[in-house]
């Protein structure tokens, strides 16, 4: 194949499904590395030319199993480019481009997009407004954090994604109580203040260091409240170059820069606080967001995250132009929720406006897209209510045993 270039793509979990098409159609060889759990996935084997399976799930890879299995590929192999396509992936593709030589970020830049110490650190030298933080290193700076900065606080595991392990936490003798129970695994977590307020998205895309896309929506239900107490999960693009569009897309700006992203997807969250109504910088991750925001990100832009980022990353292993695809100023919202049934029949939600209907076993989910925001507001409450009723069910969160 002329001027085929070969990808190796890795990830832990069934992702990424347009990303593999779009770099196969372009011409591409295409790999991916799994993990044995997910062989039964529907993944598009066509536009793949060889899956290969770990045992285990992240982190029960053998990172040496995989840097060894990856070197003999490209014995016989000219690999051109390493893609992580899950948040829990970065750590592991750093790894080969570091040992391998292979062009792409590297482990320093790498933490800056997975180890939420990093991000915090990285911010406050780049002066990116942050909660105040702390590390659980020495115990005299813990105290002095708990005796300085006023409650309610969040333990927070380092490198989990989503909101994950996050522990809140409301005065000091109950933040040692925890830290105690984490024995060994303590200097996995951040300590941090806890900024109420609403949480909002921006998803990128970034070529040359410079941000050539972007859409900021806002949780209407935040990660942190679902992953502990449970609930629906809502999402919706905000208002076009509003107040809160252009002072967050501003912030975005200057984490993407400050934090060293030169290209690809990257999602990331802010807080507007309740109390002074600034933006703050929350966490960023250097890829596509998950819980099927790229679906509800190209309802309202025509913009396929996937789809696009596979194709810079294209561009770039062949020295070529990439052109961004004209942009839509529409908006869409997300409503997603655990399900009593396995196969829910959302048939009744006809709204023309439904555009997605969330393909997952036991979730019952929408996205539904218009030239009015308000709209889509109007129809994600109508459809939380309906969900409660007839769909949803509460599971506990399991709690994180294995920490990244």
């Known amino acids: ?17 347009d990303f593999l098409i779009h770099l196969k159609n372009l011409g591409n060889k295409v790999y991916l590395i799994t993990s044995e759990k997910l062989r039964d996935k529907p993944w598009p084997h066509d536009s793949i030319d060889e899956i290969f399976y770990m045992q285990g799930q992240d ?31 970065v750590e592991k593709a750093t790894y080969l481009r570091e040992n391998l030589r292979i062009d792409g970020m590297g482990q320093t830049t790498g933490r800056y997009f997975r180890d939420k110490l990093a991000m915090r650190m990285r911010a406050k030298s780049c002066g990116i407004n942050s909660p105040s933080f702390c590390s659980l290193f020495n115990d005299h700076d813990i105290n002095t954090f ?29 933040l040692w109580m925890h830290i105690n129970e984490m024995g060994n695994n303590r200097f996995k977590y951040l300590l941090e203040q806890f900024k109420p307020g609403d949480v909002y998205h921006c998803d990128s895309l970034i070529l040359d260091r410079k941000i050539i896309f972007s859409l900021t929506s806002k949780y209407m239900a935040t990660p942190m409240e679902i ?28 984490v993407l820069k400050g934090f060293g992203l030169k290209y690809g997807a990257a999602h990331t969250e802010f807080i507007k606080n309740s109390e002074d109504g600034e933006i703050y910088f929350l966490e960023t991750s250097s890829r596509v967001g998950g819980a099927h925001l790229a679906e509800m990100v190209e309802a309202a832009s025509n913009i396929n995250l996937w789809k696009e980022w596979a194709a810079i990353e294209d561009a770039l292993v062949k020295g070529k132009k990439y052109s961004l695809p004209k942009v839509k100023k529409g908006y869409a919202g997300i409503v997603l929720t655990l399900s009593k049934y396995q196969h829910p029949d959302l048939s009744s939600f006809s709204d023309p406006e439904v555009c997605f209907t969330v393909p997952l076993e036991y979730h019952a989910g929408l996205i539904v897209k218009s030239d009015k925001n308000d709209r889509i507001l109007e129809l994600l409450n109508d459809y939380v209510d309906r969900l409660v009723a007839d769909y949803s069910v509460v599971v506990e969160q399991e709690k994180v045993s294995k920490l990244h």
């Open 1 to 17: 194949m002329k001027n085929a270039k070969t990808f190796i793509c890795i990830s832990n979990y069934f992702k990424g499904a």
């Open 59 to 89: 982190i029960d890879w053998n990172l040496e199993h995989l840097l060894l299995g990856v070197g003999n590929l490209m014995k016989s192999n000219q690999v051109d480019a390493i893609v992580a396509l899950d948040d829990y992936d």
């Open 146 to 174: 708990a005796d300085t900065v006023s409650a309610p606080w969040v333990l927070k595991p380092r490198s989990e994604a989503s909101a994950a392990g996050i522990i809140k936490v409301f005065d000091k003798e109950s």
């Open 227 to 254: 992953s502990q107490a449970g609930g629906v999960f809502r999402s919706s693009s905000i208002p076009y170059n509003s107040e809160d569009d252009k002072a967050i897309r501003k912030v975005n700006e200057q």
